[in-house]
């Protein structure tokens, strides 16, 4: 039959099981933000608010190098496995706090060999004072119970702070892609300028010969060969600056790869165009931008892990109320060690209540609230940082294609300009300045041209970007027995599949 201190024990205990659960602070509601239904932007260019399909954006370029060079990139990039490693890091940090709800027990043992002072009060206890020997065995045991939610809430913030790190590598993962894009349409920029260069300067180097030509036939003066040679020289200078930017280019793509850069030069030697835009681009609408960029989703989720801590800070004002206990055996004999006799053991519950803490608790509180307030406000910042980012890009896409309309309609005309040049000069009925302007300007509009039909699908990578698609494709697979943490499972961790709803004020 249980004694009368042990029913004691066993009722205290009873109620704070009972009690425990109830969380002080407050519950986290997620911010509200504003929400337009259309985008500022006139829809034009072929750019659409149709719902947007942006789980491969890169294939619309239509160019099957890039499609290999973004897996090769999700497979070695360093900045995605230092996020992947974060991940990993929050999710034991939550085993770490989670632990704090758990009993803990330490086992020990130990012999000492001791002689007590006779004039001390615990030599009043050993005959004359002579040495002995003292073995000990046994474990203590403390079980705080999280009567008002401390160790819960803490808990909270660190599943939070699990998404948030989940949601860090699918913005890295966004980056990435746009990255990759980026380098990979400027390196054939850049190499579709140095073809336009080397075509100018044999063009150029043609003209040298025709006017070195009529200078000894003496058709024309030497000016006519200094301004040609002049005019070819100054070509063949803008080849050494383009070549660094396209090698440049592709050391990028290779340390974004994660593989030695150098190399990479041999796998471009084969040129290729520009990627030309698909023939339509759909935005979607304002609303689906909040549910599918990370850095919103990462940023709503660090509300919610700073809101969890203020609970955590708040529960530090109550009283703590733990169970302990002890059981061993104790003797001065080592054949007595482990007799019934030398058992000794104890189990009760206290109570820990800070009185006065010199205004730490309530301080504490007040700087968890500071930071609530500041994750909220870097929360409306990315939403309204978006929006200008998605309309920012989609107005430049469609003004750069007007630009490369233009730039073509110049082309065509330089061209005929500088046939027309040359026969006039070689009739004589020009001067050689004539053909010089000529192919000047030809060679700067086919250059701008280049360079616009290179801004125009980087652009559309920066709208892609400012959409933040394609992290979906490369969600990672979840390894056996990975469904959540070491101590309870991810609980509320957003799905790839199902995105983090964010509500929407409007």
């Not at 349409?185 to 070195?212: K, L, P």
């Not at 700073?306 to 002890?326: E, V």
């Not at 005309?413 to 300045?433: E, H, M, Q």
Request: charged content about 20%.
């Amino acid at each position: 039959m249980m004694t009368t201190p042990t029913r004691r024990t066993a009722i205290t205990v009873t109620v704070l099981l009972a009690l425990a659960g109830c969380k002080v602070g407050p519950d986290y509601k997620q911010p509200e933000t504003p929400v337009t239904t259309s985008w500022h932007q006139d829809m034009e260019r072929g750019v659409s608010a149709a719902p947007a399909d942006l789980s491969r954006w890169w294939t619309t370029l239509g160019d099957p190098m890039l499609d290999r060079l973004i897996e090769r990139a999700i497979a070695g990039n360093l900045d995605l496995k230092v996020a992947e490693a974060r991940i990993r890091e929050t999710r034991a940090q939550r085993g770490v706090v989670a632990a704090g709800a758990l009993p803990q027990v330490d086992v020990g043992a130990g012999y000492q060999r001791q002689e007590q002072s006779q004039n001390s009060a615990a030599g009043d206890f050993t005959p004359s004072g002579d040495p002995f020997s003292l073995y000990n065995a046994g474990f203590d045991a403390s079980w705080e119970i999280d009567v008002f939610g401390r160790v819960g809430r803490q808990v909270e913030s660190a599943e939070a702070d699990i998404q948030a790190a989940d949601e860090a590598r699918r913005d890295t993962l966004v980056t990435l892609l746009s990255e990759v894009a980026r380098n990979y349409v400027e390196a054939r920029g850049f190499q579709t300028r140095i073809e336009i260069a080397r075509e100018n300067i044999r063009i150029q180097a043609e003209s040298v010969d025709i006017t070195t030509a009529r200078y000894n036939s003496g058709l024309t003066s030497d000016l006519d060969v200094a301004r040609a040679e002049a005019q070819l020289a100054a070509t063949q200078s803008a080849i050494p600056v383009l070549e660094t930017g396209f090698k440049t280019s592709i050391y990028n793509i290779g340390v974004l790869l994660g593989v030695e850069p150098g190399p990479m030069v041999a796998e471009f030697e084969n040129s290729a165009p520009i990627p030309p835009p698909p023939a339509a681009v759909a935005v979607g609408i304002p609303a689906e931008l909040l549910r599918r960029r990370p850095d919103i989703r990462r940023a709503e989720r660090q509300v919610a892990a700073a809101n969890a801590l203020i609970g955590a800070a708040t529960a530090d004002l109550f009283p703590r109320f733990s169970l302990t206990g002890s059981f061993g055996y104790s003797s001065n004999s080592f054949g007595e060690w482990t007799d019934s006799t030398s058992r000794f053991w104890n189990i009760g519950p206290a109570v820990r209540w800070p009185i006065f803490e010199g205004g730490r608790l309530l301080a504490n509180i007040k700087v968890q609230d500071a930071r609530t307030e500041q994750a909220v406000a870097l929360y409306e910042k990315s939403v309204l940082t978006a929006y200008a980012e998605v309309e920012s890009s989609m107005l430049a896409y469609m003004r750069e294609q007007s630009t490369r309309d233009a730039l073509e309609r110049a082309v065509a005309a330089n061209r005929r300009a500088t046939d027309l040049a040359n026969t006039l000069y070689v009739r004589g009925l020009a001067g050689y300045l004539t053909v010089i302007d000529a192919q000047r300007a030809l060679f700067e509009t086919q250059d701008l041209l280049a360079r616009s039909r290179q801004a125009v699908a980087t652009n559309l990578i920066a709208l892609y970007k400012a959409l933040g698609g394609g992290w979906e494709t490369f969600e990672p697979k979840p390894e056996e027995g990975d469904s959540g943490s070491e101590s309870g499972g991810d609980q509320g961790s957003p799905s790839p599949a199902a995105p983090t709803a964010v509500p929407v004020a409007g």
